[in-house]
């Protein structure tokens, strides 16, 4: 179908616009000029009358600019396609219309060539479009047409209440069911993150989506045997087919899933059940697949799981051993963040290899007894007022209705840091607390000459703990902050006009010279210098 597009050229230059509209044979290429205007104003007034698919415009024009033009002509009718014209080679103001959705942007000088050039590459732009929006149409009329209601509403029946062989036998001969009448494999299929990516979408949209990847999936299966294949739920599809002789019903599966990965945007999870001779047995085989397909609580999905590999059978709470277990509390007690992360992600690794790994609600159980546990370690070190944002994320991981195996971990990663965060900054609170009794003591005690484990006795600390910490906090050692202190005490005893043999004595120093060559070392002159320039 073939259909003429009406095109707007707005110039305040007369001749532009008379040369663009009236001395290129549009017509011949299936164009016709809706009208002209020569400034952005009657340019607004000309498209919302109008309503043409193309408009060629100058950005620079009297009243309204090309810019201001455009940005209320795509809010209005966002399909229309907007061509620049201008002698502005600036690249920002490029930019800038391209950014508000111009479709091109020409500079002057340009030849007829030129401009039918664009206008054509527009006009093919816009029959694609209207190509695209034909086939949405034919998509949904198909859709409609074609969704076998009263099979679709046999086949949940068989999924969710078990029957005898006479009544399903009798059902099947009335609707005419397409497939071999024994054996069977039902596949449940869902597409993944599907709440997250479509939440923002129109319904028709979504709906188009959802009829997409159950097409593929028809098509997929069609390729390798017969099957069935409906809506189950918002994001998920049953698919009910007989066996091949010639590829597995894992490989079949397979197939769906990595056609809808190459077909559509999205990715699919499948969990498969096992094989059925009879049609009353599909029931066994669907609630074999709905187990199945909670192992993408695993991987997050893209992935086809079996129910013979991954049948939960007989299986209890997962658990570690009671050293590592030990090893995290510890971490928790010091504040360790990074060993006690890295120590979650090693219980979190050992569930995941398992040789069978366990269903998802056992995994949940796992995760919730040891946020509790982590609650309890917490407990024992941090206030009431502490200890009440570490409850509230520890009863938002209890209530998770809907999670996944990374989101799981993550949670405990972040419960380990909110309680850590405290106990590091308590930590520095006291170490700070530490360092400054003892740089009280050193100031009123500047004349004893005490060794790095008298400081350190005096706060019931190790010689080595001690002398890191005050390092960490004051970025010197305790016999550089001691000497440093010492100098400065020298620089207001010598203002005050002690004499230098004095005040080495007073601050500990035996020999003077030694005491001299100290000063000077710290400030660059001697004491008799220091006096001499600031008692002048």
Known sequence: MTTELRMCVIDDIKTVVQGIANQIDWASYGISIAGTASNGEQGIELITSTEPHIVLTDIRMPKVDGLEMTRQILARFPRTKIVFLSGYTDFEYAQEALRLGAFDYIVK????????????????????????????????????????????????????????????????????????????????????QFTEQTDTLPVQEVELIRFTVQNILEESLREHTKGFVFRDHTN??????????????????????????????????????????????????????????????????????????????????????????????????????????????????????AAIPPAPEVVKGMCDELAFLINRVFSEKLTREEMEGIERYQYQIKSLSSYKFKELQDHIKELCRIGCAFIQKRHVEDVNQVVEQVIAHIRHNAASNMTVNDYAKLVYLSGSYFANLFKKVTGMTVTQFVTTERMEQTKAMLLEGKQVQEIAQLLGYEDRRHFSELFKKHTGMTPSDFKQLYTK
């Open 236 to 353: 998920r599809y049953v698919a009910i087919f007989n066996p091949s002789d010639s590829i597995h019903a894992e490989a079949i599966a397979e197939r769906c899933r990595e056609n809808v990965n190459q077909y559509s945007r999205y990715t699919i999870s499948i969990g498969l059940g096992e094989e059925v001779q009879e049609i009353h047995q599909i029931s066994y085989s669907y609630s074999q697949a709905f187990a199945a397909i909670s192992y993408n609580f695993y991987t997050g999905g893209n992935t086809v799981y079996k129910y013979l590999d991954m049948s939960p059978v007989h299986q209890t709470l997962p658990r570690y051993s009671p050293e590592k277990e030990k090893e995290l509390f510890y971490c928790l007690r010091s504040g360790n963040l990074p060993k006690a992360s890295s120590i979650v992600d090693e219980l979190f690794e050992e569930t995941v290899h």
């Open 109 to 192: 000088p340009y030849t007829p060539r030129k401009i039918v050039d664009v206008v054509l590459k527009a006009k093919q732009s816009i029959e694609e479009e209207m190509h695209e929006t034909q086939r949405y149409r034919e998509m949904e009329r198909k859709l409609r047409e074609s969704l076998p209601f009263l099979r679709q509403e046999y086949f949940q029946l068989l999924l969710q209440f078990r029957t005898t062989p006479e009544q399903a036998q009798k059902r099947w001969d009335f609707l005419n069911i397409g497939l071999e009448r024994e054996r069977f494999v039902v596949m449940l299929t869902e597409i993944d």
